[in-house]
């Protein structure tokens, strides 16, 4: 499925929606429900983490986490508790993300986990998670987000 962006707005809302869609359905996953996000800089990963985890009813501010790498947020959807924003962009091996205990939170079906620059850590990732890839378009603020 390909959705066509044609604004910042227009990312945030379709994130928000999906979200919605998928904290009210019901995984039979073992795990966590993981959404890889991958894209050039720039290309809207981050606008889209405001939007889902805005759709999953956080209300804070939500900032790129590239530097402290995880950022987690409490959740109050059926059947969730928290939601974690995993920036790998520094990241060189995984191994620095099994210290951090990524294991867990990825065993956990409470958990719903966003992360930017999945391909750092490809020998990591669950198998069953939502792949997300983020194009630029022709025009300045048109983006092409695929899913699947
Ligand atoms: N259609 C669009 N969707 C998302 N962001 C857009 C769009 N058009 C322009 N932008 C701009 O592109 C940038 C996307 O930044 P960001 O979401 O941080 O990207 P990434 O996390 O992939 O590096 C923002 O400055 C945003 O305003
Ligand atoms: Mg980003």
């Not at 910042?8 to 959404?35: H, W, Y």
């Amino acid at each position: 499925m390909v959705y066509k962006s044609e604004s910042f707005r227009q990312t945030k809302n379709f994130a928000v929606q999906m979200a919605k869609e998928i904290s009210t359905t019901k995984f039979r996953a073992k795990g966590a429900v993981v959404l890889t996000l991958r894209g050039n800089l720039g290309s809207g990963k981050t606008t889209f983490t405001q939007g889902f985890l805005k759709g999953l009813g956080i209300k804070k501010k939500i900032t790129s986490p590239t530097f402290v790498i995880q950022k987690n947020y409490k959740l109050k959807a059926k059947g969730y508790k928290l939601a974690y924003h995993i920036d790998c962009y520094r990241i060189k091996k995984s191994q620095e993300l099994l210290i951090l205990g990524i294991k867990e939170i990825f065993d956990n079906p409470k958990n719903i986990v966003l992360i930017e620059w999945p391909e750092r850590i490809s020998g990591i990732l669950p198998k069953e998670r939502i792949r997300i890839n983020f194009k630029y378009g022709k025009k300045e603020n048109e983006r092409k987000v695929v899913i699947g």
